[in-house]
């Protein structure tokens, strides 16, 4: 039922002709005009509805694992911030917001990170120059290195603490050096021996090295490195006694092998680093020097018959090796009067 | 019939009407429940061919694909599958799988591997002689194999002494448990007992070689050394002409006559190393780990970076180039000696 007296309302058909209550009939632009309208407002973007994170369940994989990543990440952040580890805690608050790049609370949380980074080198920065100019200089690299955990770019803490460590460096070498010159051999500006600064080398490193190298068979290196020690650590008697030891075996086995020479050296080199008399030793050198001057006397007697000059110069080592070889001293003598003879014939056959 | 002209009102409600129709359909429109939609990422998971969910100048985010390794990421993200220990430091794993999503540092943000808990140094090793008698510079082929066995199963790095160099220009970062080999003097069981080993971990090694030593029985000979090079995993360096003690001056010296033996010092074994193998010399090893500046002054004119000395401990990034750490590995001590010397982080106290 209708009110009577007011305008009965249709629902506009939009096809054919609508009348007004009235029996008016609706003019042909006003339909058009409203449903342009229409048409107008069921294209408009719906209002703005907060979404809900879907379920779970309808999620893809990649979607949770992208889900998951940004979840450990955020934890990751967030322990490191704890921690105040702030360069970790903002790189871990980048990702997040890669993955998440609405995440205002992530993007919070980095600038967060980032002022305290500022404030930390700032403060960690002045606290080291402090410590540095009052000469502690660890409580300055440590402070550098907090700077360095926020700000790995920053010059100047990584100047001071390279600087640091060389002098620290440069401070351990200079005391090595002055324990292994210390009684080594005179030098200007050498500590005087007897000194309080002569205390014994207790490095075995240094001496293995030169013990390694004389095994090895650099004879005359090794030898020089094992004086040098002798020569520094002068009261190291246990050393010594180590030292001619294996200098004196070498020589037994170089004797073994037939290089008499050799052994004849190292003995004598074992005897004198060993600084005190050893009868054996003595008696062994000794041996070796007439076995060796007999050995270039008969060498010395077979190449008279051909070669004066070279017999001579093997008797004079054979009469080295033992000046009290009287049958060398006595064939020496008669090669050079044989060669003076030679001498003058050469001489006299010579076209004036 | 006279037509009349349209009266005013009847246009005034032509308008109403259209308002009216406009009030209605928005109010339609407003209450209309929305299409039903498809839940919304947070950030689309769509990888683009690539791979990559999202980058920026520091990072790509990727999502690993069948096949993909550490390696293979590093290779094609970071052009060298070398780097693939960033992937692995970052994203704290030790492999990849399939649908996982990877963080690729595409630089190093930390190359100087100071941390707030710590440090990152690394130990240079100092080897001499490898022999069945075992004695304090003499190590055991048994010994050396458990050592470097050692090393392999429990993360560390072997690296060349190059990088090293890097790393303390503060130009390259070095994966946590950086380790460098160096093994001194030139011994032949180097060629003959440490080189398998050290090639069948694919561990590089750095000999330093005092040239006096070349041609003495126990020595290693020049084709022995083409080898060691050739193989890509040893370089050899110098160690002195010949092995003395550089701190020391002879009786009687001068300045003169002290610096010009140690130019000899110096330049003999470079001379003798770029002549015969071809190779340029970057580090120097002192004899006894000794050196003062006059040295380091000359080693420095050479065109040497880095010169070792044997004061134990691990290397920071800010350690003196010329005077660096190196801990020496006896032949008389056990495997918890040696890695009570692998020092490769250091811990500071709490900030």
Redesign the interface.
Known sequence: MSAPGRPKREL?PLGGMARSAKGVP??AR?RL??CG??LL??C?E??V?P????PAA??????Q???A??AD?RRKAQR?GE???H??AA?EW??VL??????DAARAQLEAARNAIRLGVRDNLQAGNAALKSGDTDRAA?AM??V??LD?ENADA?KV??D???QK??R???S??AR??QA?????GRAPAGSPATAESGD???L??R???F????L??GL??LR?YVDANPRNEAARLRIAGIVYERSQEAEQKGAREEALMLCEQAASLRGKPVPEWTARAQALRKALSDQYFERGVQAYRTDVAAAIRLLETSVRYDPGNRRAQAKLQEARTAEDRLKRIEQDTKPR | MIPQPPRPHRRRS?LL??LA??LA??L???CAT?PPRA?????P?A?DGGGV????D??A?V?ARPGDTLATLAERYLGDARRDWWIAEFNDVTEIRP???V?VPLAS????G????G?QAVTVLCY??FGNRA????VTPAAFAAQMDYLARNGYHVVPLARLREFLA?KEALPKKSVVITID?G?RATYDIAFPILKKHGFPATVFL?S??VG????LGFAQMKELVASGLVEIQPHSK????L???????TDAAYRERMRSEVDAPVKLIQERLALPSLAYAY???????TVVDLLARRGVALGL???PGGN?????PY?L?RS?VYGNEDLDSFKARLVTFVR??G?
Request: hydrophobic share 40%.
């Open positions: 506009l609706i003019r006003d005009a409203c309208i229409l407002a069921a408009a719906a209002p509805q979404v809900q994170p879907a309808t999620k893809g994989p990649a979607r694992a992208v889900d990543a940004i990440h490191h921690a105040g580890d360069a970790t790189r980048q990702v890669l993955l998440a790049p609405d995440d440590a290195l907090r360095l955990a790995p990584a603490l390279r640091i460590d060389r460096l440069s351990i070498q200079g090595r050096a292994a010159g080594g051999p005179p030098a200007a075995s490193y240094d293995e090295q013990l390694e190298m095994r090895a068979g650099d005359a290196g020089r490195e040098a | 032509s009407r259209a129709w406009l359909a928005l339609v429109h407003g929305p839940p919304a990422p947070e950030a998971p990888a969910l999202a980058r920026d520091d990072f985010v999502l649908g996982q999503p963080v943000r930390n190359p100087i100071v941390h707030g808990d440090f001499h002689r004695s304090k510079l003499t503060g003097d011994y005092y006096d030593f003495a029985p126990d020595a010949t092995h003395a003690n701190t020391l001056r002879l009786p009687d010296e004899p006894y780990g000794d050196v003062n500046e000395t044997v004061t920071g990034f800010f350690a003196y005077m750490r020496m500071t106290a900030r």
